[in-house]
């Protein structure tokens, strides 16, 4: 059964630390019996491993042993302990692995619970089919020990169609007991279930244990440990693995998600497959695209952040300078992961005290030998007082060759000056322009070339 430790996950765990792979897990044959090995190695911190095995084997129904000799047909998750932090290794039995790290709470009985529901998801993502098709069984299969549970595990919750009420324990489903699946629920103040397969609305707060389908909408926050559908919180919205959408009006987070988050403050998640949009976008591994003012991830090879800020951890970082044949000389910051870069910059008309300020976004392909780069950039004269607009826009074309510890890079450049009033379009020195006027404004339109050097950082 999920927990409510796993919001401890999301906040004080910093949404955890991971690498995963997720291909589709491969299913143990029919006939072999399904264990799990689970093994705590490293320095002591107050973690029971017996309790960890027990509350795991309860949550996911089958025997769970250290598994110290032949890997049991779910593979093997290895816990290995470091004063307060804990990293979890899962090893399927073909091969596969899957990686998270967090920070454990002080308490010991909030540790094993965090530990627990951490394993039993981890397992859970990776061999979901397999899971769904085991049925209960009395013993633990030969040569895999089996530690009892304090009780046996209960049967499901109840599935009631309809319920509603002001806030637990005024709602009708207690009626019947504490833990309930409801199809559709409307709750004036707050909704708490084990789930939720339709919709369900509270007020200001709903909270679904295990899992909500379909629709999750609270006035000010949302919270599931799993999402399949939809959730919308006019502040926050929490899930564990989130497959679908989450809309918050401050922050949206989630351990994992395949869908896309929308929030007005902060998106974050420690692995995104799909679409981020927020002023603030953060994942550990991004496999998709952010959107936003400030977007950080750890810069993997298919992410594609796209803001005023960009900041990638494992990313790219150069520095070049070059000057064209309109007589401007540049030089640009690139920063970014494999394909996309932000860039920044500074230019002078050579021939006069004119000082221009760059911002540009930019995309980024290695060949073989060589690099290519594509970048928009627009640069605006550094005024000191009020003057008229004047404004030069540019797409980059660069090809890099490496020549020792530098790169010699030259390329060519669609140029678009425009000017309202006295500007400085008369100190550039442009070939082949085409100038248009109206009025005060003038747009001139130019190609030109350049030249220079690359540094990477």
């Not at 973690?47 to 000799?69: K, T």
């Not at 609270?218 to 440990?225: F, Y």
Request: a negative charge; aromatic letters at 4%; glycine letters at 12%.
């Amino acid at each position: 059964m999920a927990r409510p430790i796993a919001l401890y996950a999301l906040f004080a765990a910093g949404l955890c630390a991971g690498v995963g792979v997720r291909p589709v897990a491969a299913q143990p044959a029919a006939s072999e019996p399904l264990a799990l090995g689970l093994r705590i190695d490293g320095e002591p911190a107050e973690v029971d491993a017996g309790a960890v095995r027990d509350a795991v084997a309860a949550d996911l129904d089958v025997p769970v042993a250290e598994a110290s000799g032949q890997q049991p047909a779910l593979g093997l998750v290895t816990v290995t302990l470091e004063r307060n932090a804990a990293r979890l290794v899962y090893r399927r039995t073909d091969g596969v692995s899957t990686e998270r790290t967090l920070t454990l709470p002080p308490e010991p009985a909030a540790r094993i619970e965090l530990l627990a529901f951490m394993v039993t998801n981890l397992v859970r993502d990776q061999t979901s089919e397999a899971l769904a098709q085991l049925s209960r069984r009395s013993a633990a299969p030969a040569g895999v020990a089996r530690r009892a549970a304090p009780a046996p595990a209960p049967e499901g919750p109840d599935e009631i169609p309809v319920s509603g009420g002001l806030a637990p324990p005024l709602l009708f489903d207690r009626l019947r007991g504490d833990h309930h699946v409801v199809g559709g629920g409307l709750y004036l103040v707050m909704g708490v279930q084990d789930g939720s397969q339709v919709v369900s609305i509270s007020g200001v707060a709903d909270y679904q244990r295990r899992f909500a389908s379909g629709v999750q909408i609270g006035g000010a926050a949302v919270i599931t440990s799993r999402l399949d559908g939809l959730q919308l919180a006019g502040a926050t919205s929490i899930a564990g693995a989130a497959h679908g959408m989450q809309i918050a009006g401050g922050a949206a987070l989630a351990s994992s998600i395949d869908g896309m988050q929308i929030a007005g403050g902060v998106s974050g998640a420690e692995e995104v497959h799909g679409l981020q949009i927020a002023p603030i976008n953060l994942a550990r591994h991004l496999h998709g695209v952010q959107l936003g003012v400030i977007n950080i991830s750890d810069g993997d090879d298919d992410a594609v952040p796209i803001g005023l800020f960009n900041y990638a951890r494992h990313g790219r970082t150069e520095l070049e300078g070059s000057i064209d044949s309109s007589g401007m000389s540049t030089v640009l910051l690139r920063h970014g992961p494999t394909h996309v870069q932000n860039v920044w910059g500074v230019g002078q008309i050579l021939d006069h005290q004119r000082l221009f300020a760059g911002l540009g976004l930019g995309g980024h392909q290695a060949l073989d030998g060589i690099a290519i780069d594509l970048d928009a950039v627009s640069w605006n004269e550094l005024k000191w007082s009020s003057q008229n607009l004047a404004m030069l826009n540019q797409l980059r074309a660069t090809i890099a060759v490496p020549v020792g510890p530098l790169d010699l890079i030259g390329g060519a450049i669609a140029n678009v000056y425009v000017e309202d009033g006295n500007g400085i379009f008369a100190d550039l020195h442009p070939h082949y322009d085409h100038v248009y006027r109206s009025g005060t404004t003038l747009v001139a339109i130019w190609p030109s070339a350049f030249v220079g050097l690359r540094l990477h950082t």
